[in-house]
């Protein structure tokens, strides 16, 4: 639609969204909570060998919610390998919470911080 919208990834988000619908909200939710769980091994056995897009279609997700989990968590290209997706989806659901409620790290007063950040950790 041309605008920036947040991702829903945490479950409030996921439920308090109205870019999906009810049942895609609990696909969303399930998958999640899968990737979260389960040992990369353990889910990828049967799809070593699929693309990302083609293992979440294997996993019932919609056309929407593959285009939410592609391009905005995962962040890999379509086409990339389902266990490269998989990594990184894991990667993104690990780092909620951490510094916020957002997985992404940026500066609030100018650029000068990151860089101070870093070599105060020297």
């Known amino acids: 639609s041309g605008r920036l919208e947040q991702v829903p990834s945490?479950?409030?988000?996921?439920?308090g969204t109205k870019h999906l619908s009810v049942v895609e909200k609990?696909?969303?939710?399930?998958?999640?909570?899968?990737?979260?769980?389960?040992?990369?091994?353990e889910i990828l056995k049967h799809a070593t060998d699929k693309s990302f897009r083609?293992?979440?279609?294997?996993e019932k997700l919609t056309d929407n919610l593959i285009h939410f989990v592609v391009h905005s968590i995962a962040m890999v290209?379509?086409?990339?390998?389902?266990?490269?997706?998989?990594?990184?989806?894991?990667?993104?659901?690990?780092?909620?919470?951490?510094y916020g409620s957002t997985p992404?790290?940026?500066?609030?007063y100018g650029s000068g911080e990151l860089p101070q950040?870093?070599?105060r950790l020297c």
């Open 104 to 108: 992404f790290l940026w500066s609030m």
């Open 10 to 15: 945490s479950r409030s988000d996921v439920f």
């Open 54 to 58: 083609d293992f979440l279609r294997h």
């Open 77 to 98: 290209s379509p086409d990339a390998g389902a266990a490269l997706g998989l990594s990184q989806t894991k990667k993104f659901l690990e780092s909620l919470g951490r």
């Open 117 to 119: 950040a870093f070599c």
């Open 26 to 41: 609990r696909i969303l939710m399930k998958f999640l909570s899968y990737c979260v769980s389960e040992q990369e091994e």
